[in-house]
């Protein structure tokens, strides 16, 4: 394993905001995929990977190619990252970073392999540059996703990066807008999110025809707050997408139980603390009672148009902030009166109830979200590559 001096010890190779010309980016892209498979081409991507990422603000690749103390793996990039706002704030202070340049996608085994490495230095996250992206087969898909999903609920997040969001990028700016909203996707989906062409076009900071560039201050918090509950209704109308349709007792019935599932969670939280010290079970379980109660509209959510219609009431007419976080008094008395009302045989009365928790699972998913591992790990800031 690493020595915990290493980053203490070393000198950066580069220094902050080294400049890179994404200009230049398809051109290397090519350049990579026309070497030889193997190592030539790994070196390549590796190179090219060093330099976009080391002219992100604050970040700064301090080494390459490091066998761990046992030679038991070798770690492409080691970044360190000051976390500047106009950089990457919401990753931690140290970054492994693997490169996969083969032509067929990454099995699941070898993103284990390297989401094991990230685990074991207690790091939130990591990178996976994989041009092909994981493996493309169902089964083998659904078992990498799930390797995915495991190493995030224990804290150890694996971003992915692909060819063509690569090929999209168009500054420094632009890269750490996208890792951010890759981070926020995968705080809450707990998958290995790939951007379209168009997100990673929306995303671009400098865009000026249909974006409005970056705010600062009050009204960029504001946004902030905003898009993470637009995100996190995202993905309660997944989820709710999922569930079977019932008659409306059936599905009220289900509504409880996912209540009292959420409840039985929080009590086994409180009794085992330490299991699970990023609340990633009560999150889920928050989701799947949001979930529920979406799922209660009279509509066929999977049109666009009603889930458009039940955003926005979610998002702006029902109550937020109220402070009720789960299985709490008031979020018991709250879901209690809302549950009654999804019963009425007012279409109105029954929407305000399903947006009125909604809200609140959402107000909860955001806080869960936003916990920090500084706040629940001892030894966060004493340097945890050990």
């Not at 094991?116 to 898909?141: F, K, M, Q, Y």
């Amino acid at each position: 394993m690493f020595d915990s001096s290493l980053l203490a010890s070393r000198r950066p190779r580069y220094s902050p905001a080294m400049a890179f010309n994404f200009s230049t980016t398809n051109a290397r892209l090519d350049g990579v995929l026309g070497e030889p498979a193997g190592n030539e081409r790994g070196r390549a991507l590796q190179d090219l990977v060093d330099e976009m990422l080391a002219s992100v603000k604050g970040v700064t690749v301090v080494d390459r190619n490091v066998l761990a103390g046992q030679k038991e793996v070798e770690f492409d990039l080691l970044l360190a990252n000051d976390g500047l706002p106009d950089g990457l704030p919401g990753f931690n202070r140290d970054i492994l970073v693997e490169c996969k340049s083969s032509k067929d996608p990454v099995p699941a085994r070898d993103l284990e392999h390297f989401a094991e490495g990230a685990r074991a230095r207690r790091l939130p996250w990591s990178i996976l540059v994989a041009l092909n992206g994981i493996t493309g087969t169902t089964e083998d898909l659904h078992a990498a996703q799930i390797t995915v999903r495991d190493f995030m609920r224990e804290g150890s997040g694996v971003l992915l990066l692909v060819e063509h969001e690569l090929r999209g990028l168009r500054s420094a700016e632009h890269l750490a807008v996208v890792l951010e909203r890759k981070r926020s996707k995968m705080m809450l989906r707990l998958r290995a999110d790939t951007l379209s062409a168009e997100e990673v076009e929306q995303l671009d900071p400098n865009r000026t025809s249909g974006f409005v560039n970056f705010l600062r201050g009050p009204d960029a918090i504001k946004e902030a707050i905003l898009s993470a509950r637009r995100d996190s209704f995202g993905l309660l109308l997944e989820r709710a997408r999922e569930l079977p349709a019932l008659p409306i007792e059936e599905a009220v019935s289900r509504a409880r139980a996912a209540l009292e599932a959420l409840d039985a969670e929080v009590a086994d939280h409180k009794e085992n603390p330490d299991k699970d010290v990023m609340w990633r079970g009560v999150h889920d379980r928050v989701v799947e009672a949001g979930a529920a109660f979406v799922a209660l509209v009279d509509d066929r959510i999977e049109h666009e148009e009603i889930a458009r219609i039940l955003e926005f009431e979610v998002l702006h007419s029902a109550p937020q902030g109220l402070n009720a976080h789960a299985s709490g008094d008031l979020w018991c008395l709250l879901t209690r009166y809302y549950l009654e009302q999804a019963r009425s045989e007012s279409s109105h009365a029954r929407r305000s109830s399903i947006a009125a928790v909604a809200s609140l699972c959402i107000d909860e998913i955001v806080a869960i979200d936003d916990i920090d591992p500084r706040d629940v790990y001892d030894d966060w800031d004493e340097g945890h590559i050990a």
